[in-house]
T-cell receptor, first 115, second 113 residues
């Protein structure tokens, strides 16, 4: 399967713990996005990378959140000192933005539950 | 006013019916319009992708864009129980290479056998 892969699929953690999620994009895609989705809402943009450069971070992304994409391949999203409000589905998407005809392809997401 | 408005539903229709889903938006700069389908506990899957105004057909699915009214629609013909999912509209500009894709809240659709 050459789609976007996310791990783990589910994560349950206690408030105050740190968690890290991984995303492996489609190999030829140069852009990688992180979105967050809560029940009954559409995906909300968090941050994105063009190759290894992080180009934008949403105001939704507090200082407890950090994302990396070393060498422009896979990406990690870390949440420090988790809070119950962080409980959500964290979605990764990748695309090839060589022109304006950009299409996002999503992974299955990581469902985070903070107890 | 949110940039993209979408009725969350749920919308229940009998199998075989024509389904009409729609979104309105406020940003006249949007030029690229998408529909994603999302099954429970899965990531969104791209269904339709259109540029500017007009219609696009793909099998049982037709996407329409009316930029003058800032209104987009997705029609599903001969609906099947397997079409039961949440349908998300999404859109972005085009003049700026860094424009982000903005999603609606999604409409939950139930096709009744």
């Amino acid at each position: 399967d050459t789609g976007v892969s996310q791990n783990p699929r589910h994560k349950i953690t206690k408030r105050g713990q740190n968690v890290t999620f991984r995303c492996d994009p489609i190999s030829e895609h140069n852009r990688l996005y992180w979105y967050r989705q809560t029940l009954g809402q559409g995906p909300e943009f968090l941050t994105y990378f063009q190759n290894e450069a992080q180009l934008e971070k949403s105001r939704l992304l507090s200082d407890r959140f950090s994302a990396e994409r070393p060498k422009g391949s896979f990406s990690t999203l870390e949440i420090q000192r988790t809070e119950q409000g962080d409980s959500a589905m964290y979605l990764c998407a990748s695309s090839n933005r060589d022109n304006n005809n950009e299409k996002l392809f999503f992974g299955s997401g990581t469902q985070l539950s903070v107890l | 006013q949110k940039e993209v408005e979408q009725d969350p539903g749920p919308l229940s229709v009998p199998e075989g019916a024509i389904v009409s889903l729609n979104c309105t938006y406020s940003n006249s700069a949007f030029q690229y319009f998408m529909w994603y389908r999302q099954y429970s506990r899965k990531g969104p899957e791209l269904l339709m992708y259109t540029y500017s105004s007009g219609n696009k057909e793909d099998g049982r699915f037709t996407a329409q864009v009316d930029k003058s009214s800032k209104y987009i629609s997705l029609f599903i013909r001969d609906s099947q129980p397997s079409d039961s999912a949440t349908y998300l509209c999404a859109m972005r500009g085009g003049m700026n290479r860094d424009d982000k894709i903005i999603f609606g809240k999604g409409t939950r659709l139930h096709i009744l056998p």
